[in-house]
């Protein structure tokens, strides 16, 4: 993936990077004015906080709240470790931008700079893999991936979601390297720091990302059939969800994702979604995949929507109806370029299956929005392309001119 076939030009550089602060700037300006502050402007105190103690205490700075030792010895194993977890993930911000604040003394919308040049590279190594497997739609995937608007607004704010999707492009577009350019080291040694840092940010999002990843490892490395083996390893990983039911606590996977429901549905909001309960029974989650399709792509209803952000999610949930519906009307003209690829339907069965689990799970739109943008992302670029196929290549839309000109 040479920087010259598959990277930016300056002019798409300053493009890109330009609306990242645009959007990072109106995240925290519209959060604080319309919704209190959110914990947007939380974690920017928390940076102050940062900056105040590297100036008092500089050896404090690098080993406060980071220190695993101290955690489980004060807490024990079972509670140390996800308090070491959260802390670690706070301090993947809070730190660089602790020490930023020396340049920017403590300004927000200054911060938003040095965040935007971290946030921005999650859409630039996928941009990059994506464009190096199907270059034709080259500038599509361009627009996609960098100004999709939900995907520019909540991949830019200053949240954790950035840097999961920081960590998740840079997981996919090492392994893309590994499998199909050169085999080296050192992309093993940054595939694993970087799905830890999936792990540290959020747990189920690493966790869901391996039957795909290891599917896609089969199609990649063993050549077999994608169609036997994206479908078989979901039954057989379905199984062992549903079979661990027996075993006792951590490994009772069914008894864990109803804990993570019921630890949502304990939280108080606003705006909440009547979820029912689920349990270790295979049952109830087949009686409630309808309420859970219903919260992940219907709510809120057009005609509940509160505020701009919800009445943007019902604009969104509208689109991508619409997407699904044109891809049936028009009988699927992308497949010829989507479906030999591995990594595709890796991105496809694992954007369904962590939208699902959001909503079998999570009963408030505010963060339902945030916690799928990421898979809605690689959802709109797989649907428009499979809807519209080579209809949406930069030869035939984007350069209207040179078109014209054939004529």
Sequence with gaps: MRKTNHGLNPGELAFVFTGKVLAACLYGWLLLHYYGGDDTWVIHEDTLMEWRQMKSNPLRFFVYEIDLRQYITDMGWKEGLPYFRMKLEKAIINKPLGVFNFFSQGNFYVNMVAFSFMSFWGSFW???????????????TFGVLFFYPPALF????????AMLFFFFSLFVSRLYRQWYIQATAKNIWIVVLAWIGMIVIK???ALLLLVPIFSWWLCARKKWNWRNVFFGTTVIALGAFFLSSVFPAPFNLPQAVTNVQQEFFALEGKTRVNLPALDSNPITYLKNLPA???NILLRPYPWDAKGILQYAMAAQNIFIICLIGFVFIRRFPGMIDLVPHALLWMLFFFSISFYLSIGYTVPFPGATIRYRVIPETMLVWLLSIGAMGSTITHYNIFNVYKKQKNI
């Design 203 to 205: 747990a189920s999002f």
């Design 154 to 161: 909540w991949l830019s704010g200053l949240r954790s979601d």
């Design 292 to 294: 859970a399709v219903d």
């Design 126 to 140: 996928l941009y990059q893999v994506l464009v190096h497997l199907l270059p034709a739609y080259k500038k599509w």
